[in-house]
């Protein structure tokens, strides 16, 4: 079955974390089996509970600390991709990290690696959502454990992993700290994208562009701060993966209407909507997309064109991205 329609077109996101999209109840229910008491990290309604970005993480982290087998990370791909798929998407790209995966052992990872393909191959059977895997080096964990993420990535590249990324605490090292794990990973034929310009400034993305050769930039949306920098983002091509919802929700801007994705997009740079991690922050990508819609006016064909930059700038394979432009041409017929 397929939950695209006119209302809800079909919609390609590029930022998304496996653990952070974890529905509270889904973490719950694995404490409970596990006879974990995790019940700090929720509010009285049931929802994650922090205080700020710092907070987040090691609430991120706590959930995260329920799943401890490949079997966990199959139910979790399969909850997560049946609430992805109700909002219309039809192709997700998701940061996963060996160090919730089998603590960096390549063995272990791959078994991690199999489940959780499993589940992405029975929901693309039967919801028609595709995902793909990009490793993810946690920034705020030190650029050793980095490498040893790297080389999980490396020994694991194929048509399901096909990025290798950078996520955690922007404010923690510097991107050249990082740099052997990113050249083993283009070495390896991995595409590459880090997050920077969430917490940190215009000279974070610059770092990242320079130091790390990345194509894509996690969140960017702070080289507004730097108009000289959003010229040559624009000239250079390189594509943001923006995530307003999530900027609001930490703080990073106060309101939508605030948020930069608009002059961004303005000004010729090429942007993508994805919601980082939807439930800690309380959207979805038909949010994101309502949201975006009564802030900025924008209309299904400024939608259209931001679905076509994230189908050029995904990193699946030219089979996989053939499928998915037939299946955006004739998503509405
Ligand atoms: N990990 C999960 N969400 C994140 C975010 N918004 N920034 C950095 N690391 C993250
Ligand atoms: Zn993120």
């Known amino acids: 079955m397929s939950y695209v329609s006119r209302a809800n077109p079909a919609k390609l996101e590029l930022h998304h974390h496996l653990e952070g999209a974890a529905p509270p109840a889904f973490i719950r229910g694995l404490a409970k089996e596990k006879h974990m008491d995790i019940s700090g990290i929720f509010d009285a309604q049931g929802a994650y509970k922090y205080v700020d970005f710092w907070d987040f993480l090691k609430v991120y982290e706590a959930a995260t600390s329920t799943l401890q087998s490949p079997e966990d990370y199959a139910r979790l791909t399969r909850a997560v991709l049946e609430e992805s798929a109700k909002s219309g998407v039809i192709y997700c790209e998701t940061f996963l990290s060996p160090d919730f995966c089998g603590g960096r052992d390549v063995g272990a990872w791959r078994e991690y690696l199999l489940a959780m393909r499993e589940a992405a191959e029975a929901a693309e059977r039967d919801m028609g959502i595709t995902l793909r895997g990009i490793v993810t080096a946690i920034r705020h964990f030190g650029p050793d454990k980095a490498r040893q993420t790297a080389v999980c990535a490396a020994e694991t590249v194929g048509d399901f992993i096909v990025g290798f990324g950078l996520a955690g605490d922007e404010t923690s090292g510097a991107p050249a700290d990082f740099k052997w794990s990113f050249d083993c990973a283009r070495e390896a034929g991995l595409h590459l994208t880090a997050h920077a310009g969430e917490w940190g400034g215009p ?131």
């Open 203 to 333: 000279e974070s993305v610059r770092a990242v562009l320079a130091d790390l050769g990345v194509s894509r930039v996690g969140h960017g949306v702070r080289a507004i701060e730097d108009l000289a920098l959003v010229d040559q983002l624009a000239e250079q091509g390189v594509v943001l993966e923006v995530c307003p919802g999530s900027n609001v929700a930490l703080g990073v801007y106060p309101s939508l209407r605030k948020h930069p994705i608009g002059e961004l997009y303005r000004r010729g740079v090429k942007v993508t909507i994805s919601t980082d991690d939807p439930p800690f922050f309380h959207t979805t990508m038909q949010a994101e997309y309502a949201g975006l819609h009564a802030a900025f006016d924008w209309d299904d064909g400024v939608f259209a064109e931001i679905t076509q930059t994230a189908l050029d700038a995904a990193f699946c394979d030219a089979d996989t991205k053939t499928k998915l432009r037939k299946r955006l041409e004739t998503a509405h017929d």
